[in-house]
């Protein structure tokens, strides 16, 4: 078994994005600026945008960080959005997932500028990317797929089996992987909480990526000798004997799985830092459109 190793390759994209942003700077023209929106106080929410705003200083992009309260009302979330939506010194911004239970999600990504849309969210750019148009990919997936190519890992011909439909993960990365192109040309099945006998399609899958939230889900008699997995989930779980009280647990019972697998991404380490590492490319490519 191989490791895919998501922190040394974020490392290196984050180093590639550097140095042209150090370029701008030497050019004395302006630098890329992402902004994050976060309502509330969920605690892993907290660290993901705390991360994006650490990884922006890494690289020397301008950010911008708005914090608001739980109680803030869908219209005035809004409202702000609006405000950023028409601040031309702002390449894009992420409302960070998942919201209040008394705001609509549909309706704050539909406020979105899709221009600005970095995180890929909106309706406009979901079809654009199903259409295989150029367009802002969900980072997650949008990070898998570089995993993938700078592994070499084969996917056309090879059946792709993800678990779970989500909007941010499962459903855009069945569209990626069965898109023409490298990588993809894969023949796709994706599998949700409605899918009998998931065993069978995992079984037969040269690449599983399972995107479930259920620690340890993945066994290895339910994969191939040989298979690719990418493993998303990354669930809190209590664990007394670490300093924060947790620790992260992935949907892959990786001690289990680890000797039939041909290549495997750890929790942490494998597809977060990916998605973090892909949110500054779109940023960057949010900031090249307006130039
Ligand atoms: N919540 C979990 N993942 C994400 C993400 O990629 N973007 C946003 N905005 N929220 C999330």
Known sequence: MQIL?????????????????QNYKDQGVRVPHLGAILVGENGASQTYVDNKIKDCHFVGFESSELRLPTTISQD????EIVKWNNDDTLDGFIVQ????????QEVVINAIDPNKDVDGFHPTNFGKMALEMDTFLPATPYGIMEMLERYNIPTAGKHTVVIGRSRIVGRPMSILMSKNGNPGNSTVTLTHSKTENLEHYT???DIVITALGVPGFLKAEMIKEGAVIVDVGITRVDDATSPRGFKLAGDVDFDNVKEKAAWITPVPGGVGPMTRAMLLKNTLLAYNRKK
Do not use: F, N, W
């Not at 190793?5 to 942003?21: F, P, R, W």
């Not at 005035?76 to 409202?79: F, M, S």
């Open 5 to 21: 190793d998501g922190i040394k390759l974020a490392k290196e994209i984050k180093q590639e994005i550097k140095e042209l942003v």
């Open 76 to 79: 005035e979330l809004i409202a």
């Open 97 to 104: 997932l998942p919201l209040p239970k008394h705001i609509d």
């Open 203 to 205: 079984k037969s899958a």
